[in-house]
């Protein structure tokens, strides 16, 4: 069965500083990937997404991502975090397979950004 | 363009009362979801509907029952509400015919039973 594996519930950054996400999937095909971001009482908001092709994604706001079958990881990134970052992120992946789109999520990571 | 509209945003219950939380999609969309989300539990799936006639459970489905009413409607009803009900609920949607590109989610409703 497929599972998504957010490591950390919080992470907590400096303005300015690297942001990283971990990512890590398990499914037994080659899945479609995708990171969601809620800010607080929104809903979720698609940030990115890998479906074929080119294994580094690029998303909204600075985000991207990399796909690494190898490693089983889909890490989201952004090299300079802004205040405005401050929000919860979900990974999600869904088998590539047929018409099967239902979405395995990860419990979240909080990101906090201080000044 | 609307996207994923849910109403109310906001609602209060009483123990044992019922209600039915509105979902509308204007993308064209065949496949609906309705999730919960509460604090360290992410989101969960309630019900979902792979295309217009045919709905399914999801993983928390007890206590809850869907209709979807034509190919833009997707609606979630508590016939008997409790406490445990209480959560952020959303609706999203998404088309399964070609490359998957993600769902679309609507703003949510914060529902309170006391």
């Known amino acids: 069965a497929q599972s998504v594996t957010q490591l950390g519930s919080h992470v907590s950054v400096s303005e300015g500083a690297l942001v990283l996400l971990r990512c890590n999937y398990s499914?037994?095909?080659?899945?479609?990937l995708f990171w969601y971001v809620q800010y607080p009482n929104q809903g979720l908001q698609l940030l990115l997404k890998?479906?074929?092709?080119a294994t580094l994604v690029k998303g909204i706001n600075g985000f991207e991502a990399e796909f690494k079958k190898s490693e089983t990881s889909f890490h989201l990134t952004k090299p300079s975090a802004h205040m405005s970052d401050a929000a919860e992120y979900f990974c999600a992946v869904s088998p590539n397979a047929g018409n099967n789109r239902k979405l395995i999520w990860g419990l979240g990571t909080s990101l906090a950004v201080n000044p | 363009n609307a996207g994923v509209t849910q109403t109310p945003k906001f609602q209060v219950l009483k123990t044992g009362q019922s209600m039915t939380l509105q979902c509308a999609q204007d993308?064209?969309?065949?496949?609906m979801y309705w999730y919960r989300q509460d604090p360290g539990m992410g989101l969960r799936l309630i019900y979902y509907?792979?295309?217009?006639?045919?709905?399914d459970k999801g993983e928390v489905p007890n206590g809850y029952n869907v209709s979807r009413l034509n190919k833009r409607e997707f609606s979630l009803r508590l016939e008997s509400a409790a406490p445990s009900q209480t959560s952020v609920y959303f609706c999203?949607?998404?088309?399964?015919?070609?490359?998957?590109?993600?769902?679309?989610f609507g703003s949510g409703t914060r529902l309170t039973v006391v």
């Open positions: 993308m064209n969309h065949n496949s």
């Open positions: 999203a949607s998404t088309w399964t015919g070609g490359l998957f590109y993600g769902y679309t």
């Open positions: 509907s792979a295309s217009e006639g045919t709905t």
């Open positions: 499914s037994s095909v080659p899945p479609y």
């Open positions: 890998y479906t074929t092709g």
